[in-house]
């Protein structure tokens, strides 16, 4: 923690002196001055230093960070880092106003020799402090003049502003000497949170945290939960978690391995945590993920390009007060102008957008599928511009009141159902059949659920289904609503996106239709003398078999929706052990298999496998396969199709 004692140190008057002794005696070359707004929406974000940096800014509060130490400015701040910092800059609220001048410093010949030794003592060059100065508008003046003259470019003028740069160095040397200045604070529960980010793998102890702030752990702990609504345990915890989430998925490791890599003492505490936080075992989210891993028709190596970290190196400033130092924030606020420019042009120029009614099984009654009614161009640009907040469990979220650009993760056919039409959709279906609603999303682009996908398509809502794992970097994109998947019934989750797209009414009438459909469904089964039949599904092989709960999007629908009954085996083993799967051996297979059986996906019962051979509902053919079209989505166009799939095929086998 070397960097953070160097950030809060006192400079003694010898410091000082031998400061301005090296600066006096070394060559220095000012490089670049530059002037850039900073924005809340895109902050400067690791930004890595190319050479030494006086960094001086101004305007609204923001958390100035160089390397692991976060400083909190108020109004105004002066900093200085040396090269290979790396700089960010987050404004709390109003864009912050920024200076930087870029020098670089070399030993002369003749002192070569004594300049190293008094370098070995203190390096004003790489030196890391931040301060508010005692008199910010001169500092103002000389920065503004110090750039004026850069920008203009003759050699008299450059001359000038390397004067200044001398003129800055000694106002601020003097202020250290005088003693009275106010260093800029680092923020304990900013600096824990970063620390925590890149430490999580290791032990980790939080009363060596607290004594870099020379506060207690208690202290420390409240300021964190203060600012992240969570306790420091807590946190790393979710860190852990989210890490051991992805090598479930993207490695082939074994759960110890997985464990032990994620910071974990063991496996077990691996599992116990897993068990709270992700409500299934890690074996289960790996099952889940297994199939779950291919987007139809993405190339997922193919990706718009695009520097989001740090450029490598400085580059002329091409237009005045920009610097293209910044590209990557100059580039985010261009997406975004671009996007409101669309949205207004869109609100100007269309007066209502035609929804998609060709799909056969869409519960939503005709009159409610359109998107927006027609309506004054004035009127629309206004309703655009609105917003509204609404409460998900990551929090408040401001969306817009008529959105015009949404991209939706999974749940693609509530949304169509809602009367909208996505202009992106990710994890439409799995295997090459197209979904139930594909005739209603023509017109949509296809795309992996990634930032880098998701940007290039502007979008003014995201709506995330099938993980979090994103949703930090796509909320910075767009507003973005996730929806906990699994979480909700299919009556809460409609009523849900229905507030979110404002389309209240048509939720409504949706669940209506949907809900007479599960009733005469129902009826249907009752009439032909199947209620107390019992049903198994799964994905089978004549080696082992994945036999579903009631977690599984088929059946959810099957033993909650149209409460048909599960084997007595499924019901205690898998339905009330709260599993999405239960892998069932060949032995045991028997006391798992109903009256009839669906087989789900691309899998099919091995009918010539002695072992099923025996099981009475392959005996009699009570076999009804649920393709990867029916059986991957738990959207409510999808659901309402299979329930027609299932009831339909289950009367002309009962006959």
């Known amino acids: 923690m070397h960097d953070e004692a160097e950030a809060s140190q006192v400079f003694t008057p010898e410091m000082i002196d031998t400061m301005a002794s090296i600066w006096t005696r070394s060559i220095i070359t000012l490089i670049d001055v530059r002037f850039q707004n900073v924005a809340s929406q895109y902050p400067l974000e690791q930004?890595?230093?190319?050479?030494?940096?006086?960094?001086?800014t101004y305007g609204g509060e923001a958390q100035i960070q160089l390397n692991e130490t976060i400083f909190g400015m108020e109004r105004f701040a002066l900093v200085h880092g040396g090269k290979g910092s790396l700089l960010s800059i987050s404004p709390n609220g109003e864009p912050v106003k920024t200076f930087m001048v870029f020098y670089k410093a070399e030993l002369p010949v003749f002192f070569k020799k004594s300049l190293k030794q008094l370098l070995e003592q203190v390096n004003p060059f790489v030196q890391q402090f931040g301060y508010t100065p005692s008199n910010p508008i001169l500092l103002l003046d000389w920065f503004q003049q110090m750039m004026n003259g850069w920008n203009r470019g003759k050699a008299m003028d450059k001359l000038q502003a390397k004067s200044f740069l001398y003129q800055l160095i000694h106002g601020v040397y003097r202020e250290f000497e005088r003693g009275e200045i106010r260093y800029l604070q680092p923020d304990p529960a900013c600096t824990a949170k970063l620390y925590l980010n890149k430490h999580y793998r290791?032990?980790?102890?939080?009363?060596?945290?607290?004594?870099?702030?020379?506060?207690?752990?208690g202290q420390l702990t409240r300021l964190f939960k203060k600012k992240e609504g969570m306790s420091l345990q807590e946190y790393l915890i979710q860190r852990r978690i989210e890490a051991a989430c992805h090598d479930l998925k993207h490695t082939e490791a074994t759960i110890k391995e997985i464990a032990t890599g994620s910071g974990f003492a063991d496996e077990k505490n691996l599992f116990r945590m897993f068990k709270k936080y992700c409500k299934m075992t890690p074996s289960d989210y790996r099952k889940i993920n297994a199939l779950s891993m291919q987007v139809d028709g993405i190339d997922n190596d193919s990706h718009f390009?695009?520097?989001?970290?740090?450029?490598a190196g400085l580059v002329k400033s091409y237009r005045e007060e920009e610097s293209s130092m910044f590209g990557q924030v100059r580039s985010k606020e261009m997406i975004l102008a671009a996007a409101m420019s669309m949205m207004l042009l869109l609100s100007a120029c269309t007066s209502g957008?035609?929804?998609?009614n060709g799909g056969t099984v869409n519960p939503v009654p005709a009159q409610t599928q359109q998107t927006t009614q027609p309506e004054?161009?004035?009127?629309?640009?206004?309703?655009?511009s609105q917003t509204r907040t609404i409460s998900t469990v990551k929090g408040d979220v401001e969306v817009p009141n008529n959105p015009q650009r949404v991209i939706v993760d999974y749940l693609i056919g509530d949304v169509v159902a809602l009367g909208v039409t996505p202009l992106g959709v990710a994890r439409v279906a799995r295997g090459e059949k197209e979904a139930v609603f594909a005739n209603q999303i023509t017109t949509s682009t296809k795309i992996a659920m990634e930032p880098e996908d998701v940007m290039t398509l502007e979008p003014d809502l995201i709506i995330l289904a099938w993980g979090d794992e994103n949703y930090e970097d796509l909320s910075k994109i767009a507003p973005t609503i996730y929806v906990p998947y699994g979480d909700m019934t299919t009556e809460e989750r409609i009523h849900f996106i229905g507030n979110v797209l404002n389309k209240q009414e048509e939720a409504k009438a949706v669940l209506n239709t949907y809900s007479e459909k599960i009733e005469e469904a129902?009826?249907?089964?009752q009439n032909a003398g199947l209620s107390d039949v019992t049903v198994t599904m799964g994905e089978y092989s004549d080696k082992s078999n994945y036999i579903a709960g009631a977690k599984h999007a088929v059946g959810e629908l099957v033993y909650n929706q149209l409460q048909m009954?599960?084997?007595?085996?499924?019901?205690?083993?898998?339905?009330?052990?709260?599993k999405y799967w239960g892998e069932i051996s060949m032995e045991v297979l028997a006391a798992y298999i109903g009256d009839y059986v669906l087989s789900l996906g691309d899998t099919e019962v091995p009918v010539d496998n002695p072992i099923w051979k025996s099981v009475p509902s392959v005996q009699h053919n009570r076999i009804i396969t649920v393709d990867n079209t029916l059986s991957w989505s738990t959207d409510i166009i999808t659901s309402s199709a299979l329930i027609d799939h299932i009831v339909n095929h289950l009367l002309a086998l009962a006959k």
């Open 305 to 311: 390009l695009y520097n989001e970290r740090e450029l």
């Open 47 to 56: 930004y890595k230093m190319p050479s030494s940096m006086l960094i001086y």
């Open 353 to 356: 957008t035609p929804a998609n």
């Open 376 to 384: 004054t161009s004035e009127t629309k640009a206004s309703e655009v």
């Open 522 to 525: 129902k009826q249907a089964l």
């Open 565 to 578: 009954k599960a084997p007595s085996k499924v019901q205690t083993d898998i339905i009330d052990a709260d």
């Open 202 to 217: 290791e032990p980790v102890m939080f009363q060596e945290i607290a004594d870099m702030f020379g506060i207690s752990g």
